[in-house]
């Protein structure tokens, strides 16, 4: 069996290297192996991509945006230590801390700006702490002091220690908002959208510009399975007496993470149709084989050569093509993978502008993570369809009689 595979190997190895190939069959079989090779790399580089996006969701945007909410419906929470160990008492919840938030708007002559102003204990562990210097953190505890994102203060051309007026709605009527004076204490740098509108105090700083005696307005959840957000917050809120808004990032941003599945679908699609199209070049490349090399089939037939290992002679001639198109394809799609942030960076020079927005995407540059089993699913999808490709033209090479062959 082994020895029989090696001949059609070898006969195979021959048919696609002969001297007496016409330049129009080299060009279409290099032309397969090429549409599978760009086939494969820019599906690896394409998935990269989207898990990259998965992660910063994930692992990063997700740290700042509330997992789960429960939110006052009155504005204060009743009895706020009691909600949080409730939280806390979840299987699923990884923390609980209560915050403060509320929508703002800072105002500089006749210029107004939306803010969202994040109350938070600054005597606990927080995910902004990450992004900012630890003295601006400290600062935070100066009474009107208040950190906001370097793309609302490039915005602004506002710095540290500047002053800024924040508007804040009255309790009575929202047509005679409070100004408040509060000081910039530090600018944190996160990416994206949240660069561009959020800002972040102690809470004493947040009651006092919301003119609250005590009491927070929320409890702010982080989870072990971000996915399971909307039923987890379901469990926590049927466990209280207390009028409560639940609110959970599948509602409010679940729309990023839909997104990015959506491109990871029709990724799927355009890699099948790539690779279809380079299939049918070796389905034509082995078609114009079998015409090209009739005599040599008769010879071999009269020698003894099967059907079955003629068949098998031209299933290895077009798999010699898309081993070829998918080892060229998995090497150029790792190494696009990681080139990807130093592309982007140059093309962000060349063109003076960053290739995604930041106060319009959740992220401003293109994450990249290159996963093996991405690599060996695109692998082994375009290998499988390289083999369907050579079934038809390697069963009529197998059909042809030997008389027909030596005419």
Not at 30 to 45: D, E, H, P, V
Not at 333 to 358: E, K, N, Y
Request: neutral net charge; proline residues 3%.
């Amino acid at each position: 069996m082994l020895a029989q595979l090696r001949l059609t190997f070898s006969l195979a190895r021959r048919f696609r290297a002969g001297r007496e190939r016409s330049g129009f069959l080299s060009f279409i079989s290099a032309s397969s192996t090429f549409g599978i090779a760009l086939g494969c790399s820019a599906f690896i580089a394409g998935l990269s991509v989207m898990n990259g996006f998965a992660d910063v969701l994930q692992q990063r945007f997700l740290k700042l945006v509330p997992q789960v909410e429960l939110r006052a419906v009155d504005g204060v929470l009743q009895q706020p230590e009691q909600l949080q160990s409730l939280a806390l008492s979840h299987p699923q919840v990884l923390s609980a801390q209560p915050v403060i938030r509320t929508q703002a708007m800072i105002q500089q002559g006749t210029r107004f700006t939306a803010l969202q102003v994040n109350g938070l204990a600054i005597d606990q562990p927080q995910a902004i702490e990450d992004y900012l210097p630890a003295a601006a953190w400290q600062a935070l505890q100066q009474p009107q002091s208040l950190v906001i994102g370097s793309g609302l203060a490039r915005l602004l051309g506002l710095k540290v220690n500047d002053s800024i007026t924040v508007l804040v709605a009255d309790n009575d009527s929202f047509r005679q908002p409070q100004r408040k004076i509060m000081t910039v204490v530090g600018v944190f740098h996160f990416g994206g959208t949240v660069d561009h509108f959020m800002s972040y105090t102690s809470l004493d700083n947040a009651r006092q510009l919301l003119n609250m005696s005590s009491g927070v307005s929320a409890i702010e959840v982080q989870l072990r399975d971000v996915f399971n957000s909307g039923q987890i917050a379901m469990d926590i809120g049927r466990q209280t007496r207390e009028p409560l808004y639940l609110d959970h990032w599948m509602r409010s941003h679940g729309h990023l993470y839909r997104d990015i599945q959506l491109v990871r679908l029709i990724m799927y699609v355009v890699l099948v149709l790539v690779l279809a199209v380079a299939c049918f070049n070796i389905v034509s490349t082995l078609i114009m084989t079998v015409q090209e090399k009739l005599r040599h089939i008769g010879i071999l037939r009269t020698m003894g050569l099967r059907r079955a290992q003629l068949m098998q002679v031209f299933i290895w001639q077009g798999l010699q093509n898309g081993v070829l198109g998918v080892l060229l394809g998995v090497a150029g799609g790792v190494a696009l993978t990681l080139a990807i942030p130093q592309l982007m960076g140059w093309l962000q020079q060349l063109t003076g502008s960053s290739v995604l927005a930041g106060d319009v995407y959740f992220v401003d540059s293109i994450p990249a993570r290159l996963v093996l089993v991405d690599v060996v699913v695109v692998a082994v999808a375009a290998l499988l369809m390289s083999m369907l490709a050579t079934l038809y033209p390697a069963w009529r090479a197998g059909n042809i009689e030997v008389i027909e062959a030596l005419e």
